[in-house]
């Protein structure tokens, strides 16, 4: 009806102007649609994975440690755009949740001062050396990803949205012990423009093969475990799981629950 198509234009107008406020880029819009139109999205379930860095799957994130020419791992590419402001790091709260505020930017100084990196000034920037860049320390990533339906194309999707390095690192030199330190959130729709810049190596057996950053995360192509999801409980799994056995059986249960509904959407 004509007041409905009325009513209709002016959300879209309204949305439009939030969109354009929070400054998302039309790569975002057209990849999730929920996050310029919420009330487009039918239903949408958020989950945070680890990311090892350890496992085959996920090496092309931590390979080469150290720069190789025009060549960089995850770590060292996103610490370099940190440095000179093309990247923004937002700290990791005690809660474990990204928030993307002005308030919780993280103090670059801070945070060098705080995992003991080494760096200098000169002429007001901060300078940190290639050996000095802790990048063979961070051994995983947490990955927040979002699976939505979209109500408009009634399409699945999934993409990440928020990005945090880990450190290992073992403070005592008496001890075996390995400490990890989760140490900021970046958030995706921010950085996904520069990650599409930097290539990466995808296979030990062909050597040409390589995709960009972002086609590794927006293409799925790393292997992560479920730690948490976003829940009314405020718990990650192995808050609320007695042991390492029915933490397995969470995840899997997780895991068929979102293959479930992305299944059932068509049948």
């Not at 039918?42 to 994130?61: C, G, M, Q």
């Not at 190789?68 to 791992?73: D, L, R, V």
Request: glycine share 4%; with cysteine.
């Amino acid at each position: 009806p004509p007041a409905r198509q009325k009513e209709k234009a002016k959300k879209e107008r309204k949305t439009e102007n939030s969109a354009s406020v929070i400054g998302l880029s039309e790569r975002a819009k057209s990849q999730y649609p929920g996050t310029v139109s919420p009330q487009e999205v039918e239903w949408k379930r958020d989950i945070y994975r680890v990311l090892d860095l350890e496992k085959e799957e996920n090496a092309s994130l931590y390979y080469p440690v150290e720069p190789i020419g025009s060549s960089m791992n995850l770590f060292t590419f996103i610490f370099k755009h940190i440095l000179t402001g093309e990247m923004t790091a937002y700290e990791y709260n005690l809660d474990g949740y990204e928030s993307f505020t002005e308030e919780n930017v993280v103090d670059i100084k801070e945070m060098l001062d705080d995992y003991r990196i080494m760096y200098e000034e000169q002429d007001g920037a901060i300078i940190v050396g290639k050996s000095d860049i802790p990048s063979a320390e961070v051994l995983s990533y947490y990955v927040k990803e979002s699976h939505y339906y979209d109500n408009r194309t009634g399409a699945y999707g999934k993409r990440i949205t928020a990005l945090c390095p880990v450190l290992h690192r073992n403070n005592d030199e008496f001890s075996t012990q390995v400490v990890k330190y989760p140490m900021f959130w970046l958030n995706y729709d921010e950085i996904a423009k520069l990650l599409s810049q930097q290539k990466i190596m995808t296979s030990s057996l062909n050597n040409t093969s390589s995709m960009s950053l972002d086609d590794y995360f927006t293409k799925g192509s790393y292997e992560g475990e479920i730690y948490k999801t976003v829940n009314m409980r405020n718990l990650a799994i192995s808050q609320y799981c007695k042991d390492s056995l029915e933490v397995k059986k969470e995840q899997k249960k997780i895991e068929q629950q979102l293959k479930d509904f992305r299944t059932n959407l068509w049948n």
